[in-house]
């Protein structure tokens, strides 16, 4: 792949993240805006419908720039070293962030799923409250975006 390509696919990925990152933040604050009655430790709250949508979008932009990570990396640094121990530091920190980013993808993406299940009810619900849940998706969308550049440059390099 030329340069010019692998900065624009680069770029397109971190846009990506970048914005599943915002959506999740945002569909937080569409979360909260929904009325809320609180006693102690247990919460009834309504669903909010652009809360679901936005937390639905930004765990398919997260899960979406992923795919499109893994393909164009494509895996080359599991493949190509039977050794982990005595490959390249180049390979290694490749094979490090490609695990990296499956960790944070796995609890990234959990975490928006459950804040966008909550929020997927017709009628509101009663329960131990569910605090944060997308907006820490949301900020670990930011993070796979760091790893995704550190996994594609250094599984691309020559």
Not at 53 to 82: D, E, K, R, Y
Not at 118 to 130: R, V
């Amino acid at each position: 792949m030329n340069r010019g390509a692998a900065i624009f696919l680069c770029l397109l990925l971190v846009v990506m993240d970048i914005a599943a990152g915002i959506l999740g933040i945002e569909a937080e604050i569409a979360q909260n805006k929904v009325k809320h009655l609180r006693l102690w430790i247990f919460e009834c709250k309504d669903p909010s419908h652009k809360a679901f949508m936005l937390g639905l979008a930004a765990a398919v932009l997260l899960a979406l720039a992923h795919v499109i990570l893994n393909l164009v990396g494509g895996f080359s640094c599991l493949c190509s070293q039977p050794q982990p121990d005595k490959a390249s530091p180049n390979r290694q920190l490749s094979i490090a962030s490609l695990i990296l980013t499956w960790i944070v993808l796995a609890v990234g993406l959990s975490m928006l799923v459950i804040g966008t299940s909550s929020n997927n009810k017709s009628s509101g619900s009663c329960g131990f409250t569910h605090h944060h849940f997308l907006s820490i998706g949301g900020i670990l969308c930011f993070v796979h975006a760091l790893f995704s550049v550190v996994y594609y440059v250094s599984s691309t390099a020559s």
